[in-house]
């Protein structure tokens, strides 16, 4: 019973091509993020949602669009897609927004762009 | 510059050796937690700390939060080939900063047999 699943593992395509990420958690949890973890692993916030509303945008291209249709569920959609782009991107869940509950991780989607 | 600074970046001992790696904060924390990353999968929650002077322990990790709140070390103790892979430490902000969990940019352990 994998508690933050994200599809696809792997995603390779061109430069130019729009590409969707699937999140879903069923531990009950209200606030969902991504996460994108670039070459150096360093782990930077994209989005934060608490449910379904959208409370955190990092300074994040437009081309990259969140979508939640339901506190379970965080889809990310990227467009234009650049070699930038390419990295590994999490989607995590928390109990609320407090910050003081741990984030679950899902096990993340290799994105790469040629 | 990052707000959390993880040391050292990567690290290398012999099965069975202590080790240390520490995570300093420009800010004062809320909290903060451990988690670990093995290659190819998410992060997984070891230890979150809140107090000053807090300290906790999980089988042969145990994890310090100084009384400033702006510095924490995770200890392991005689170290396993399972202890390997990406430590990192992530920040609690507080309410005000709420879902910008931060986090330092990891400490690879290998751990030779």
Redesign the interface.
């Known amino acids: 019973d994998t508690a933050?699943s994200q599809t696809p593992k792997y995603l390779v395509t061109q430069m130019g091509n729009d590409k969707s990420i699937k999140c879903e958690q069923n531990l009950g949890h209200d606030?969902m993020?991504w996460y994108k973890q670039d070459s150096?692993?360093?782990?930077?916030?994209m989005f934060?949602y608490?449910n379904k509303e959208l409370?955190?945008n990092?300074t994040v291209p437009n081309r990259f669009s969140p979508k939640s249709p339901d506190k379970a569920h965080l889809n990310l959609h990227i467009n234009s897609l650049e070699l930038g782009d390419s990295a590994v991107y999490?989607c995590?869940s928390s109990q609320d927004?407090?910050?003081?509950s741990?984030?679950?991780?899902?096990?993340?989607t290799?994105l790469t762009v040629t | 510059s990052q707000e959390l600074e993880q040391s050292p970046q990567s690290l290398i001992v012999q099965e069975g050796k202590n080790l240390t790696i520490n995570c300093t904060s420009s800010k004062t924390l809320y909290g903060l937690y451990w988690y670990k990353q093995k290659y190819g999968e998410g992060l997984i929650f070891l230890m979150m700390l809140q107090k000053g002077g807090e300290e906790k322990s999980h089988e042969k990790i145990t994890a310090k939060l100084d009384e400033k709140k702006q510095q924490s070390s995770l200890h392991i103790t005689a170290s396993q080939p399972s202890h390997a892979g990406i430590y990192l430490c992530g920040a609690d902000r507080g309410v005000t900063n709420a879902g910008k969990s931060t986090f330092g940019d990891g400490t690879t352990l290998t751990v030779k047999p």
């Open positions: 933050v606030t993020y150096k692993k360093f782990l930077k916030i934060s608490n409370i955190i990092e999490f995590a927004l407090g910050g003081r741990p984030l679950h991780f899902g096990n993340g290799r």
